[in-house]
């Protein structure tokens, strides 16, 4: 099994910065991708930023410029640096990752989620 713990969620004002850290645990041979999807209340949940493992990564539009994700290979980790927060980025962040077993079986887990709150 994998399991996936998500920190550095929270509140913060409007232009401000949090960074958020996924780390990877378990029975976990590689890691092909690791990324993070959000979901507002009352919304689907959508993609924020993927990185695969030689370190290509893809940003939904919404936070080109602002976010950044980046991922430490030898500690199973991926990391969201977001800056120049917005309300709108108010929402549930999860971590999401494929990984694959000792038995070369790739698997996609999700992590259990943090909050991240932007408001004055």
């Known amino acids: 099994q994998v399991q996936l713990v998500e920190s550095g969620g929270g509140l913060v004002q409007p232009g401000g910065s949090l960074r958020l850290s996924c780390a990877a645990s378990g029975s976990i041979l590689s890691i092909n991708f690791m990324g993070w999807y959000r979901q507002a209340p009352g919304k689907q949940r959508e993609l924020v930023a993927v990185?695969?493992?030689?370190?290509?990564?893809n940003y939904a539009d919404s936070v080109k410029g602002r976010f950044t994700i980046s991922r430490h290979n030898a500690k199973n980790t991926v990391y969201l640096q977001m800056n120049s927060l917005k309300p709108e980025d108010t929402a549930d962040y999860f971590c999401?990752?494929?990984?694959?077993?000792?038995?070369?079986?790739?698997?996609?887990?999700w992590g259990q989620g943090t909050q991240v709150t932007v408001s004055s």
């Open positions: 999401n990752a494929e990984v694959v077993d000792l038995a070369l079986r790739p698997y996609e887990y």
């Open positions: 990185i695969t493992s030689g370190g290509s990564t």
